[in-house]
């Protein structure tokens, strides 16, 4: 079974450009979670879809967006992005099934740097 | 507020045996979950604990204690490929699900 994919892997912007950003889950996983890594932060959450909805979101201005297609594809957007805005995205899937351990997978992750 | 502590760096032997330590607190608990992540890579699972006690998966056990917000990840035999970070994260059950991490422990192994 094909794992978390994410596109790109790399990427530079300048400041205030937007930029969106790409996962594709694992067949059958309909939860998708997308989440920030910075060396000082941590992983923090920044929202999940399921079934094209979002269902939670972190504490992030609402420059950042996202949204999930009928086949769980998910895409990310910042807007006006700003140096602060430069890490790691990574993009996770569960199965999401009640009752039922469903870890997450992670991708590789879309490392973003903001000049 | 929402928190999870761990600590930010361990340095340990090959062949030791090292113990990873994490408190919680969290609105609602559903879940404890380990990860490791080697450097520039993505986080892989490692345990999931949802009820007390201790779960086994070969050189790696983790720990839960729910009435203390308290976890540990436990490495034997240790291995230079075990150099990296550690992440609990916990499943909360605040209305909806949502996944809170820790900031990692960077283990490094020597030789």
């Known amino acids: 079974k094909a794992g978390v994919t994410q596109t790109p892997r790399y990427l530079i912007k300048t400041r205030g450009q937007q930029v969106t950003l790409s996962c594709s889950p694992i067949?059958?996983?309909?939860?998708v979670s997308w989440y920030q890594q910075t060396p000082g932060q941590g992983l923090q959450f920044l929202f999940e879809?399921?079934?094209?909805?979002?269902?939670n979101k972190g504490n992030f201005p609402g420059r950042f967006s996202g949204r999930q297609f009928s086949n769980s594809r998910s895409e990310m957007n910042v807007s006006t992005l700003e140096l602060g805005d430069s890490a790691l995205y990574l993009c996770?899937?569960?199965?999401?099934?009640?009752?039922?351990?469903?870890?997450?997978?992670f991708g590789p992750g879309t490392r973003l740097t903001v000049t | 507020g929402q928190n999870i502590d761990q600590p930010t760096e361990m340095t340990a032997t090959e062949g030791a045996i090292v113990q990873i330590n994490c408190t919680y607190q969290?609105?609602?608990?559903?879940?404890l979950f380990w990860y490791q992540q080697h450097a520039g890579e993505a986080p892989t699972f490692l345990s999931y604990?949802?009820?007390?006690g201790l779960e086994e998966k070969g050189r790696f056990s983790s720990f839960l204690s729910r009435s203390k917000g308290y976890s540990y990840l436990l490495l034997k035999e240790l291995q230079m490929k075990d150099s990296a970070s550690y992440l609990c994260?916990?499943?909360?059950?605040?209305?909806?699900?949502?996944?809170?991490f820790g900031t990692g422990t960077r283990l490094k192994v020597l030789a």
């Open positions: 996770a899937s569960s199965l999401d099934r009640d009752r039922a351990r469903y870890e997450q997978y």
């Open positions: 067949s059958g996983h309909r939860s």
């Open positions: 879809y399921f079934s094209e909805t979002q269902r």
């Open positions: 969290t609105s609602g608990f559903n879940g």
């Open positions: 604990n949802v009820l007390d």
């Open positions: 994260a916990v499943r909360t059950a605040s209305g909806t699900y949502k996944y809170i």
